[in-house]
Every structure is written in structure tokens, then in C-alpha cells.
């Protein structure tokens, strides 16, 4: 006989008709035993301890559906006790904090990017903290490192191994692991014996291990692995438009060179003159004239162009490169474009055959590779919990006897029931599942079919249960509300005109601070902005005084919306009380200064967001709201991409100009290089800055400007012009419009699944 011990305490006896001594207690609610005398699972050939292994299989089959796991791993009792303590919660977020200390040690080792301005030339006058005594950080991540080896013997004890090797994600972390240890004994070699030192020789050390983080951070997530894998196969189509731009770039760089030719294809000012302009190859652009002051100045012209962007075919193919990103667009064709309006032909061809043609086609290669991503995504997830759901109902099936009845895809209810007690499922859905299984038809007795089954365990999903133990608003109505005055009050907050009167409000609030700003400086004391503040932050309280009271606890603490609103005027009223106890009264007319200044600023910061309140109660807005949370949701996979690519580049950047020289007074006077434009911020010296400068490049605004800086002043010289390059590639040409692609796949698929939900609330 089974005994298994409800959440109660009520003892459950196995056997023929599956009895309690007393009904199960779930969530304060009691539901109905099988039916006595009914002997569907009477087992007395199945010991005590098999039954209890079904049991504790089918319910880690369940969990792995119910979590889109695979199933293929050990179902020995020991194994699977294993294996749930590790995928237990708190173990999982354990894991997912050791991951984010891993990853953000790059802020803190050396060089460290704490301070203030990631500027040379004043970070010694602003706070920053010197890099931390070599070893330190070291710690950090030799105590990360033996708990990912952990966690991967772990895996390997779980999977087996034979599984283990057929996992090439699994091996990789392995490798990874492995060799980070050896490359951070290497690293502790070179700490410096002088601690005052501010350039240790850690700095020499290229530190391969750092370039295994982002890698581990991506096997540790299943959406980004499969999106990872998803963009792999995208790569031979992104492969042939990528070689399609390059040959386009060659082209017209050769043509480019043929056409503006430099000094060092053309002789002496005199011999020019003299020769045709056949010869001196600008006969394209050269005016039909004998005159030789004429033909001098169009050469010159040409010079200026050839010598300036298409010097060598190096030269001419970097700087077409970034007249496709449209960053030093029109500057290369002015010179000649002076000259002569014609030339403008070749830039204009260039341009809608690089960027209106083959960047709409590489969008639509990718996009047609990914279309339909996410719905095939939800398909394999679906099929994958189908199939671990198949294995929990097999072993159950095993484990059921029907009297002088065979082959039936039939389980026992009971049996269903002592899994829904020993499965770790959200505990909200539990009532409503076992609500299902009661009221459900039986057959060959206390037995359910597949189907039914199925049913029951669907209601274990996120999605699908949500639905029951997500009430309803329900209207209260405090028991003060019963006087008639209060009654009509009551009604008053209730109505959509209230609501649409508070927005009337807050955006009067909005044009009045608008209209202060633009007339006066907050800091004169003819600004009225202080007593504006003021008299809607006392009207702001007393609204939600108004809300709380007349709604009721429940009803006003059931929508996010009042949650915000309540939190925003909260900070509000703090701000204006701290504001008055430290200066004076608003009504006061002084010069606002020092702190004062900042808390009136934070005030309208505050009093700005609070109009993003009015979003829930417009149907189409908060529809597309509703759209782009989901959207945000959906691309946390992509997110992960980015961080992974940003994270390796990076780190490459800080290896290759690490040495640049950042600070080139040589260069202050050339117009709209790195040192005149005052970039010494933008920079490679430590992690941060490094990300920023990557960022800024992404954006290709002025990108030329970090081209031409680290080819002069970096120990690679014109090479460093391939790491840029590099990086264009992968940030703009393939993961923006990776993203374009994605975005637009997922919005259509959410947008049309919001409108269905509208309209079946409707």
C-alpha cells in the first residue's frame, strides 16, 4: 500500500480504490476523492518503491514540458532527484547571478572603466578609483569558473556520456572551462610586485579567457542558441548580397580611380597644360576650351578629389565603404561636383545600387529566412512539450490495470492525482487542473484517455492558465460609500469622464511648465513655475486620496496604471516636501539656485512621465503598447545576440588599441579630425568607453572620423581600418537588419494575435 501525504497532512492509501482517509486539501479547497469501489489501478504485483519511481518519472517529464526541456536524460530515482534540486528555481538564478558576475568583471578588472569621464585629458580631474590590486578580480572569477565546472559535471553526471558528446554546445563549454584556467594562472604570473604602479603588467597579457564569456552567456540560453543557430543558417544567403557589395564597392572604386585621378598620376602643372585632356584623363570632366588658366583649374579640381578620397584603390574602396553608410556624404563628391554638376552621376549611381538596392535586398534575404521564426519556435516548443508529455503518460500507462481490458490508451485517475501532488507546477493553476480532472468524463472505469490527459496538463502552462487565475476587476463598494453624498462621490470617481478629466489636467500642467520654460529661466524669480508645481501636486494627492478611498483597496491595487500613478505622485509629493522644508515657501519670489534648481527640475521630470497615464485608457495605444511589450519580450533572445557581439568586440578593440595614441596635439588644427572635433572620450582604454565607441559606430554618424584616428595614431596603422570595417559588417549590414527582420515578423504575428484577443473580449 502507497501512502503519499497531501498538502494537509491527509494520508493518501494506494490500491484498489484509491481512497483517502479524508479529502485533499489544495489552496484552502476541498476536492473530491475517486469513487470508492471502483478498482481501476489495482497493482498488487507493482512494489511500493516502482510505483513511487513512475510516479516521480512522469512528474519530471511533466516539469520538462511544461518548461520546454528535452527529456532525454536519466530517469534513475537518484538521477532525477539530481536533476530536479538542479533545475530547481533558486538554483537556476544562483547560476544566472554567477553569469552576470562573470560578465560584468570586464567593468572592474584591469583597465578599470570606474570613473566618472572615460576622457585622458581630464579623468585625473574628476573621482575614479585607481584598478583594483591584481589578484582581486582574479578571485572573482576563479570562483565563477569552478562553479561553471560544477554545473557542467553536473550536466555530465545528469546526461550521461554519450549524450553529453553529442551536445556540441555542452562540449564547447567544456573546452571553455578548461582552458580558462591555465590562461588565468598565466595572468596571475604577471602581476606587478610594485602595487603602486598604475600600468601593471597585466595590461601585456592578452587574456583569452575574457573572450569565453560572452560564448558561456550564450550557452546559457536556449532561445539564444537556437537563434544563434537560426542565424548560422542565414549566413550563405547573407554570404552571396555581402559578396555582390563588395564586388559593387571594387567597381566603383576602380572606376572612381580611372576617373579623379591624383598628382601621382599626372605630371607637372606645365606638362598638363600642354597635353590633351584625353591624356590627363579628365576628358570626362574638362570643358571643351583651349584656354590653359581653364584647364588648369579643372585639374586641380580633379587632383583635389583623386588625392583626397581616391588616392590608392585602398583609400578610394574605405572611403566608398562609408559613403554607403552615408556618413561623409556629399563631402567626397564635392570637390569635383564644384567643378562640374555631371560628376554627381557617379555618386547618385553608386548610391541607389549599394544602398536603396542592395541593402533592401539583403533585408529581404533575411527576412524571407526568418519569416515564420517565431512560429516554428512555438511549433518545436509545443512539440517538445507534446512529446515529454507522451513519456509522462506512458509510464502511467504501465503502471494501470484494468480488469479484462488490454491495450487501452487509458490512465488511471488516481494515478493522475498523485501526480498532480508530487509535479512542481505553479501552484495557481493546481486548483483549476484539478477541477478539470474531476469533472472530466471517465472510461473503463476511473481512467482518462490521451486527450483528456492533455487537457488537464495544458492548463500547467503560463498561457493557457492564466486565464483562471487572473480575475476579473470587481467593483467594490466600501461600506462608507452606503451615505448618499459619499454614494454620488463614488460614482463621480468611477466615471470615464473623471478619468479623462485627470488627463485634461495633467496635460494642462504640461503646457503650462512648457510655456514657463520657453518665457523665462526656471532660475528667475519671475518664473512661476514653482507655485505651478505646487498647486498640481496638492490637486495630484488629493486625487489619489479621492481614488484609494472611493475605489477601494482592492480594485485601485488590481491595475497597473493606478500603481504607476500612485507611485509618481508619491515622489511628487516627496520632492515638493523636501523642496519646502529645505528652502522656503513657493510662494516665496527669490532666485532659485544650487539645489533648489535641481529639485524643481526633478519635479517637472516627474510631472513629464506622469502623462504616459492616459496610455491604458486609448484602445488603439494601448493595443500597439500591448504589441511592443510583447515585441520586447519576444526579442530577448536577439538582445542576448547583441550583448554577446558587443561584449567580443569589444574586448578585440581593447587588445588592438589599447597603445593608440589618444591625444595628438599635431592634428587640433586639422578641420573635423578625432583631436579637433574634441572625441578623446571615444576610446579603447577600458571596457565602457570601448562599448560606447562601438555604439557610436553602429549609429555611422562621423564613423570616418575613428577610421582615419586609429589608422594614424595606432601601431596597425591603415590594417586597424579592418576592425571598423569588421564591425560595420556585423552591426549594421547583418544584426540591424537581422532586427528589422524580426521586428517585423514578430509584430504582425503579435499585433494580429492582440486584435483577435480584443475583439473576443468585445
Not at 176 to 187: C, G, W
Not at 542 to 568: C, H, K, M, P, W
Request: aromatic share 16%; glycine share 4%; net charge positive.
Amino acid at each position: 500500500m502507497v501512502e503519499q501525504r497531501t498538502k494537509r497532512g491527509d494520508v493518501y492509501k494506494g490500491g484498489g480504490g484509491g481512497e483517502y482517509e479524508e479529502k485533499p486539501l489544495i489552496n484552502n479547497k476541498m476536492y473530491p476523492s475517486s469513487p470508492p469501489g471502483v478498482a481501476v489501478s489495482n497493482l498488487p504485483s507493482i512494489s511500493r518503491v516502482e510505483k513511487e519511481t513512475a510516479i516521480l518519472q512522469a512528474a519530471v517529464f511533466i516539469e520538462d514540458g511544461v518548461n520546454y526541456r528535452s527529456i532525454f536524460h536519466k530517469l534513475d530515482p537518484q538521477s532525477l532527484r539530481v536533476y530536479r534540486i538542479y533545475h530547481s528555481r533558486w538554483i537556476q538564478w544562483s547560476l544566472a547571478v554567477v553569469i552576470f558576475v562573470f560578465l560584468i568583471l570586464a567593468f572592474f578588472e584591469y583597465p578599470t572603466s570606474l570613473s566618472i569621464s572615460s576622457d585622458p585629458t581630464i579623468r585625473k580631474h574628476v573621482p575614479y578609483f585607481n584598478n583594483p590590486p591584481c589578484g582581486v578580480t582574479e578571485s572573482i572569477e576563479f570562483i565563477c569558473l569552478v562553479l561553471f565546472a560544477v554545473d557542467c559535471g553536473v550536466k555530465f553526471y545528469l546526461l550521461g556520456w554519450r549524450r553529453f558528446i553529442q551536445r556540441k554546445w555542452l562540449v564547447l563549454y567544456l573546452v571553455m572551462i578548461v582552458l580558462s584556467f591555465p590562461d588565468m594562472f598565466v595572468s596571475l604570473g604577471f602581476c606587478p610586485t610594485d602595487v603602486d604602479n598604475d600600468t601593471p603588467s597585466l595590461g601585456y597579457t592578452l587574456r583569452l579567457r575574457r573572450f569565453f564569456r560572452p560564448l558561456i552567456f550564450l550557452l546559457s540560453s536556449s532561445i539564444m542558441k537556437k537563434l544563434a543557430k537560426a542565424i548560422k543558417l542565414t549566413l550563405p544567403q547573407i554570404f552571396n548580397v555581402l559578396v555582390l557589395l563588395v564586388l559593387h564597392l571594387y567597381v566603383f572604386t576602380m572606376i572612381g580611380l580611372l576617373m579623379f585621378p591624383g598628382t601621382q598620376s599626372q605630371s607637372s602643372p606645365s606638362d598638363t597644360i600642354n597635353n590633351s585632356l584625353l591624356t590627363n584623363g579628365s576628358w570626362f570632366f574638362a570643358p571643351n576650351t583651349t584656354d590653359a588658366e581653364d584647364c588648369f583649374t579643372t585639374t586641380c579640381f580633379l587632383n583635389q578629389e583623386g588625392d583626397t578620397y581616391f588616392h590608392t584603390v585602398w583609400d578610394g574602396f574605405v572611403n566608398l565603404t562609408v559613403t554607403l553608410t552615408t556618413a561623409n556624404h556629399p563631402d567626397i563628391m564635392m570637390p569635383i561636383y564644384r567643378r562640374n554638376r555631371f560628376a554627381a552621376l557617379y555618386f547618385i549611381i553608386f548610391l541607389i545600387i549599394g544602398l536603396f538596392l542592395l541593402f533592401n535586398v539583403l533585408i529581404a534575404v533575411i527576412y524571407n529566412q526568418f519569416k515564420g521564426f517565431f512560429q516554428k519556435s512555438l511549433q518545436g516548443s509545443f512539440f517538445r512539450r507534446r512529446v515529454a508529455y507522451r513519456a509522462a503518460f506512458t509510464i502511467l500507462l504501465r503502471k494501470t490495470r484494468i480488469p479484462g481490458r488490454r491495450n487501452l490508451d487509458l490512465v488511471g485517475r488516481d494515478l493522475v492525482r498523485m501526480l498532480l501532488q508530487t509535479a512542481k507546477i505553479d501552484q495557481r493553476v493546481i486548483p483549476h487542473m484539478y477541477q478539470r480532472l474531476e469533472t472530466m468524463d471517465t472510461e473503463g472505469g476511473d481512467c482518462i484517455r490521451w486527450e483528456q490527459f492533455c487537457e488537464v496538463f495544458d492548463l500547467a502552462s503560463s498561457r493557457a492558465g492564466s486565464r483562471y487565475w487572473r480575475g476579473r476587476r470587481k467593483e467594490t463598494r466600501p461600506f462608507y460609500c452606503r451615505n448618499r453624498v459619499l454614494g454620488w462621490i463614488q460614482f463621480i470617481v468611477r466615471h470615464r469622464y473623471f478619468r479623462w478629466y485627470t488627463h485634461l489636467v495633467t496635460m494642462l500642467n504640461l503646457l503650462l511648465v512648457s510655456i514657463e520654460l520657453q518665457r523665462t529661466d526656471l532660475r528667475d524669480r519671475n518664473s512661476l513655475l514653482v507655485i505651478y508645481n505646487f498647486i498640481f501636486i496638492l490637486y495630484y494627492a488629493i486625487e489619489q486620496v479621492f481614488r484609494v478611498a472611493f475605489l477601494g483597496f482592492r480594485e485601485y491595487f488590481s491595475t497597473l496604471g493606478n500603481i504607476y500613478d500612485l507611485i509618481i505622485t508619491m515622489v511628487l509629493v516627496l520632492l515638493q516636501l523636501l523642496a519646502t522644508a529645505l528652502f522656503s515657501s513657493p510662494f516665496q519670489r527669490h532666485n532659485i539656485v544650487g539645489g533648489y534648481d535641481s529639485l524643481i527640475r526633478l519635479m517637472n521630470v516627474f510631472i513629464v512621465l506622469r502623462l504616459l497615464r492616459f496610455v491604458p485608457h486609448i484602445k488603439r495605444l494601448w493595443m500597439l503598447t500591448n504589441t511592443m511589450v510583447a515585441l520586447i519580450k519576444n526579442l530577448r533572445g536577439f538582445a542576448g545576440i547583441i550583448i554577446v557581439v558587443y561584449y567580443m568586440f569589444a574586448l578585440l578593440g581593447m587588445e588592438i588599441f589599447s597603445n593608440a595614441k589618444i591625444v595628438n596635439p599635431d592634428n587640433v588644427n586639422e578641420c573635423g579630425s578625432y583631436d579637433n572635433l574634441g572625441y578623446y572620450a571615444n576610446n579603447f582604454n577600458d571596457f565602457a568607453s570601448s562599448l560606447v565607441v562601438l555604439w557610436d559606430i553602429m549609429i555611422v554618424n562621423n564613423w570616418y572620423v575613428f577610421l582615419n584616428k586609429f589608422a594614424r595614431d595606432s601601431y596597425l596603422q591603415e590594417w586597424s581600418k579592418l576592425y571598423f570595417i569588421a564591425w560595420w559588417l556585423v552591426s549594421v549590414v547583418v544584426c540591424v537588419n537581422l532586427f528589422i527582420s524580426l521586428v517585423l515578423e514578430t509584430f504582425l504575428v503579435q499585433w494580429q494575435a492582440t486584435l483577435l484577443t480584443q475583439e473576443q473580449q468585445d
